[in-house]
């Protein structure tokens, strides 16, 4: 039986446990076929006060390497998202990387930060950041404040324009997002329709609400074999 390798990419102060993460692996792990694996970019709150987009990248890409996956599908969740497209675009091209090497043939994005949004910070307020060097930042899976140092910032800075699709992609984003926008979600369906389809849904950022929903289109868009393109 072939197997299909899911790698669940958790968003922004978040973990391996989060809501998300959990459903999807009791969804997925009562199927014989999926191999399903929840990354944890921050296992420790260290880990969280110096992280970056490429260090949880390079993290993402030593998990990969480290456990020999294959070609994968990828359900990125809000910064996971950015995490997921930037990796995949680094990684995902099979014409180029061996099978045994970590490609992604699918995406679905949860919400996703497309591009780096400086976390809705003013300039006033990242100013202050870069001045203090570090900022306190509520984890929810370590229920404290943690200093998250300005490096994360920084980094992201090189990542403000959206990598186009590496892989086909579906999007599911709330209307009512006052953390991602969801016009992010769709210039980026718009500019790329052969690659991304949206799917819209009255809801805030979390989409927790609607993870049923979500069920339904995950078992149908990651488990289905991918279409061959022409190249």
């Known amino acids: 039986m072939k197997h299909t390798t899911i790698l669940h990419l958790h968003?922004?102060?978040?973990?391996?446990?989060?809501?998300?993460?959990?459903?999807?692996?009791?969804?997925?792990?009562?199927?014989?076929?999926?191999?399903?694996?929840?990354?944890?970019f921050n296992p420790t709150p260290r880990d969280f006060e110096y992280m970056t987009v490429t260090g949880m990248?390079?993290?993402?890409?030593?998990?990969?390497?480290?456990?020999?996956?294959?070609?994968?599908?990828?359900?990125g969740s809000s910064l996971g998202g950015l995490i997921g497209l930037n990796y995949a675009h680094?990684?995902?091209?099979?014409?180029?990387?061996?099978?045994?090497f970590g490609g992604v043939d699918k995406m679905l994005l949860l919400a996703p930060a497309l591009s780096w949004l400086s976390g809705g910070l003013t300039e006033g307020e990242l100013g202050h950041w870069e001045k203090a060097g570090v900022a306190p930042v509520f984890h929810y899976a370590f229920e404290k404040e943690i200093p998250l140092r300005y490096d994360l910032h920084v980094d992201g800075l090189r990542y403000l324009q959206p990598v186009p699709p590496p892989a086909p992609i579906l999007i599911v984003h709330g209307?009512?997002?006052?953390?991602?926008?969801?016009?992010?979600?769709?210039?980026?369906?718009?500019?790329?329709?052969?690659?991304?389809?949206?799917?819209?849904?009255?809801?805030?950022?979390?989409l927790n609400d609607h993870l049923p929903f979500i069920w339904d289109h995950a078992r149908s868009f990651l488990l289905?074999?991918?279409?061959?393109?022409e190249i």
Do not use: C, M, W
């Open 11 to 40: 968003g922004f102060a978040s973990s391996a446990r989060s809501t998300k993460a959990q459903f999807f692996r009791r969804k997925f792990e009562s199927l014989p076929q999926v191999d399903f694996h929840a990354i944890d």
């Open 57 to 75: 990248i390079n993290r993402l890409r030593q998990y990969v390497l480290d456990r020999d996956l294959g070609t994968a599908r990828v359900i």
């Open 224 to 229: 289905a074999e991918p279409q061959r393109r």
């Open 90 to 100: 680094r990684f995902g091209n099979q014409r180029f990387v061996g099978q045994r």
């Open 175 to 206: 209307r009512s997002d006052d953390s991602v926008p969801i016009a992010n979600s769709r210039e980026y369906a718009a500019e790329f329709p052969d690659r991304v389809q949206l799917i819209e849904v009255d809801a805030g950022h979390d």
